[in-house]
């Protein structure tokens, strides 16, 4: 069973900074593109990073060390607006030669609180 693991998530006070990682195992992180989502309150799921590396907003990083087949997500300067369950998904990157069994898996999200 595929398995991608999340930490990282709490509260934070606005311009504060976190570091969300996602672990898997060594077979998934090989071969799968890893990307992040995010879901507000009342909202749909929004892509922050996708799994071809393209990040979607200035303030965040996505980066991987592939020693530990983690894939991390910085974020700064954060606002009240990114309070939301942040999702950690491993799918196929075509173009990378990613694979991923052609089949997308999901993080259990971790809860990120930014307040004022």
């Known amino acids: 069973q595929v398995q991608l693991v999340e930490s990282g998530g709490g509260s934070v006070q606005a311009g504060g900074s976190l570091r969300l990682s996602c672990r898997t195992s060594?077979?998934?992180?090989?071969?799968?593109?890893m990307g992040w989502y995010r879901q507000a309150p009342g909202k749909e799921r929004e892509l922050v990073s996708s799994?071809?590396?393209?990040?979607k907003m200035g303030r965040f990083t996505a980066s991987q060390d592939n020693a530990a087949n983690t894939a991390y997500l910085q974020m700064n300067n954060l606002t009240t607006s990114d309070t939301a369950v942040y999702y950690c998904?491993?799918?196929?990157?075509?173009?990378?030669?990613?694979?991923?069994?052609?089949?997308?898996?999901w993080g259990q999200g971790t809860q990120v609180t930014v307040s004022s």
């Open positions: 060594a077979v998934v992180f090989s071969n799968c593109g």
């Open positions: 998904v491993a799918g196929p990157h075509y173009s990378n030669g990613h694979y991923c069994g052609g089949k997308t898996y």
């Open positions: 799994i071809n590396g393209e990040i």
